[in-house]
């Protein structure tokens, strides 16, 4: 268990009984935290190894143009390969062998495993391992799984991180705590956060994971991390093994979670809460301000959370506090307690809270309480859209910059405009 520095907390769903539902699932898989992460690390390519359906998926997802050169790609599993004809590990290293020769940008190969290649047990932490006894230092190459056996999407970009973690340089030398935000931000998101932690007086901090493989942060005793994402349990782990400290904090999701996230820090970091308050109070103003137009449209709303990307937790204690929406149940994959702790501290009293999925139990009490929105994977929304509920897509809310004081108002845009266009098509 990681050490954890505290911040208050109230009362709220703390200790609320929490429905535990282990049935079928409606997820997506875990390769699709490649389409952000290829963005925000851009010098390292995914080569997932998986089928056609992989690559299809990855597609899709990304929406990559033609003429665009992404930084991911399918090494594909055939029929040959499927059969045992073919030694995958020989093919594995030919694919390699000619991306790196065409690409010889790439800094960082993370080898991503998929259903498929799991199924047949083929190794990648030996592919990885021979990899890179040629490649190195030129490439680094990493593995991880990003199969969707009983795993939900967002928990692609966990174990990608908590793979970097092992390579990320020690710093035992630190005299001073360090702080590193962990989780991909949009970057956009993460030059403002430097800006608001620049203008605190905070001059140690990194984000992980770096742009660049050539300045991947270092770690130590002396690390203090801030999670920016709910959904990184092992990172958290990896990190805590190399003696790293956990900041315990609610998510940056609008005006007052970001302004807890980044007081947070600042306790950890010795910074004097005045210093926060006044490099944070022109950022927070906007904030709330953008929130007031959207007040009107969503306060006494009813929303239901299908569990989906993990997010749901820090996103209803937004919607219900800064604007006054009613939550007729909030559904998780993994309620990870610790990391949550102040999140549900916030969330009012006597909040229904479901763990794991029983999506046709789920759906049932999703038509008995009648909400005005509800929040769930792609695989629902359409069906539940024919009959007659508004929906969110959970996808969009991780694919969207949501974190942060400016990106506030466009966070509560996600809800208000499901709710606009029913109107318009009711009209």
Known sequence: MSPVIPIRAEAGCSDAPVLRERGQHEV????TGIIWLHRKMQDAFFLVVGSRTCAHLIQSAAGVMIFAEPRFGTAILDERD??????????????????????????????VGSCPSEVIKLDLSR?????????????????????????????GEDACLAALVPALPISMQQQEPELLIVGALADVVEDQFSRLFTTMGLERFAFFPSRSAATLPAVGPQTRFLL??????????????????????????????????????AAAMGVSALAVEQAI????????????????????????????????????RFLSRELGM??????????????????????????????????????????????????????????????????????????????????????????????????????
């Open 127 to 155: 592919a990885a391992s021979r990899l890179n006894q040629r490649f190195m230092p030129q490439v680094r190459v990493l593995n991880y799984s990003g199969s969707g056996i009983e795993t939900t999407f967002t928990q």
């Open 82 to 111: 499927l059969a045992g004809l073919a030694d995958a590990q020989d093919e594995l290293d030919r694919v390699v062998q000619r991306l790196l020769e065409r690409r010889p940008d790439i800094r960082m190969l993370f080898l």
């Open 326 to 427: 009613r939550l007729a149940e909030v559904g998780t994959p993994y309620l990870h307690r610790q990391h949550l702790a102040e999140e549900l501290a916030w969330l009012p009293a006597g909040t229904p809270l479901s763990e794991g999925q029983d999506v046709e139990k789920q759906l049932d009490r999703c038509r008995a309480a009648r909400p005005d929105m509800v929040v769930c994977g792609l695989g629902l929304a359409n069906p539940l859209e024919a009959e007659g509920f508004t929906t969110k897509w959970s996808i969009e809310l991780v694919f969207t910059p949501i974190q942060g004081f400016e990106q506030a108002g466009d966070l509560a845009g996600l809800f208000t405009r499901p709710l606009v266009r029913r109107a318009l098509l009711a009209a």
């Open 228 to 265: 920016a994402q709910p959904f990184l349990g092992d990172t958290a782990k990896a990190l805590a093994s190399r003696g790293a400290t956990r900041i315990a904090s609610p998510f940056p999701l609008g005006a007052e979670g970001s302004a807890a996230w980044l007081q947070a820090a």
């Open 28 to 31: 997506f898989c875990g390769l």
């Open 281 to 316: 109070a022109p950022a927070r103003q906007r904030a709330e301000q953008a929130l007031a137009a959207h007040r009107a449209s969503l306060h006494d709303k009813r929303i239901f959370f299908f569990p989906d990307s993990q997010l749901e937790i820090p996103l209803a």
